[in-house]
């Protein structure tokens, strides 16, 4: 299993041990949050991640986006290991893959317009002339629906509208990768539905990567190509998303399907209400099998 060569992810052997405190035998009993994960993602696919909550979803999403180094295994991106923090090679890997979690007001400064953060996040890692600078945030913010509301503070945002302007900042950078850490799981079924379509339609315009964790397999459902299971810190089975989904080899898969928790007939009608146009387009560069 391989993406092309300099393109996209690849994870060997991933694991994640973090110290429990507990002694055996005068050693420092480790506990492993991921245990051997393989995976890759291609450039312009999307990957889903489903499983339990303390499966190792964000752990794994945190070794794939390069924030947390892993204890064994490695991480090639589009070619490179990540770099160490503060060297000219990190800063550049930053820019270029960036993560949208959960909660959106968590990350912004209360503070600042809209349209500030934006431009600062572009300010950080180009050197721009201010108009420039203003106008290339003006069109990212116009490019997620915000483009009436620059000025703007956070708190005079709805949460959806606030999700969005977290969008606008990661992207703004053009990264290659987006790992998206359950973005859309506060948000109401409705809105959760237009935060997905305008990934879906970023993703293409920009030809992004997308690493999109959730425990709600009805999302992860329609905008990933492939989607892998984690359980108890393994990469139970992982496969086109489709064949996945109608097919699933492995008994808790299959057990995790059947529990989808978004799709009770009410949540399908909220969401058929508000028309969404979940679209999976094939990446850009071929999935290899
Ligand atoms: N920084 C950390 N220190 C210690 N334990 C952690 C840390 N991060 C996660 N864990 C543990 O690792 C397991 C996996 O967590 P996590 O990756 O957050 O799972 P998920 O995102 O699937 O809910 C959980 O048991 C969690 O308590
Ligand atoms: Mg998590």
Known sequence: MSVHPGKGVVATSLVQTYATGRKLWGRAEGFRAVNGVSLTIAEGETLGIVGESGSGKSTLGRMIAGIEAPTGGSVTFWGEHYAR??????????????????????VVDPRWTIHAQVREALTTHERLASSEADDRAQAMLVMVGLGTMGRRLPHQLSGGQLQRAVIAR???????LVVCDEAVSALDVSVQAQIINLLLELRERLNLSLMFISHDL?????????VGVMHNGE??????????????????????????????????KQRDAAAVRFVTTPPKTPIQP
């Open 85 to 106: 923090v503060g060297t000219p090679q990190w800063r550049s890997q930053r820019r270029q893959v960036q993560v949208v979690f959960q909660n959106p007001a968590a």
């Open 170 to 176: 990661a992207l703004v950078l053009h990264p290659r």
């Open 218 to 226: 009805s999302v992860v459902r329609h905008i990933s190509h492939r």
């Open 235 to 268: 990469l139970l089975e992982i496969g086109d998303s489709a064949a996945l989904f109608d097919n699933p080899r492995h008994a808790y898969t299959r057990r995790l399907l059947s529990a989808i928790p978004a799709d009770t007939p009410r949540k399908r």
